[in-house]
């Protein structure tokens, strides 16, 4: 990046994202968080997998590099993302960093819902997100909550997610 008169030369070239996405729950037996199925009574409902927790990671990485969101490069209208595992959203994401001479220092993601409980997958979420963005697991915080049922996530609607990164030009 070039630096400007908002950016001058002594100060790191260091931005941060958030990214927020809600995905309503559909008939189904599972659903995908940071790419790791989780069986449960119920779906969710996205014209790709509909993985909100990678969908606000991405648009989060999107963010800091003020590249638009996801919709921007992965039209919802292109039959070509129907179905589509959302690691490729997130693969674009960092190479659009890389291409630029950044590195994603770190990223935190919340998923909010009722159900199903996510403690016991966090580990595996954490690790495939690291792997994807090619950083340290330690660099990945993935926590979940819930909203003490109250609204629709409390009524178990579906699942929202945000998620905050950080994204170093050295
Ligand atoms: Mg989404």
Redesign the pocket.
Known sequence: MTNTADTPPAVPDMRTGNGF?V?AFAPGDHVTLCGVRIPHDAALA?HSD?D?AM?ALTDAILGALAEGD?GTHFPPSDPRWKGAPSRIFLEKARDLVRARGGVITHCDITIVCEAPKLKPHVPAMRENIAAILGIETARVSVKATTTERLGFTGRREGIAALATTTVVFP
């Open positions: 996405d995905h996205g509909a909100v969908h996801i």
